[in-house]
């Protein structure tokens, strides 16, 4: 009975991440992203029955995938799609995240940006 519960509220998630289109604003991301391997793909499209939220068929079977982070709650038909791609062409890879210094309430102008503008650093006029 347990399963059918878990099955069934699974199913409505996935229904619920479907109806917001690109909207996850509400659905945590995880860390990976879907890639595939386009020579490797003969095209089966078992990758696009079990994750449509994330996997479209072109005009000829072969996938089109959806950019960005996998929702956190589509992670583990993620990991099923790429699990029974039978020619595993589909595969979970880390998403690069840009990284940045953390704001500092230094002043607009360092010393080292004033000595260049002056004309650049001191000179030794020692020779």
Known sequence: MKTSRASSRDQANRQ????????????????????????TCDGYGSCAELLPEMIALDDWGYPILRPGPVPAALLGHARMAVDTCPVLALRLVAVARA?????????????PAAAVRAGGPARSTNR
């Open 16 to 39: 619920d991440i479907r109806r917001k289109g690109d909207a996850y604003a509400d659905v945590g991301t995880s860390d990976l992203a879907l890639g595939i391997d386009r020579i």
């Open 99 to 111: 990284t940045m210094a953390p704001a500092t309430n230094a002043p607009a102008t360092s010393a």
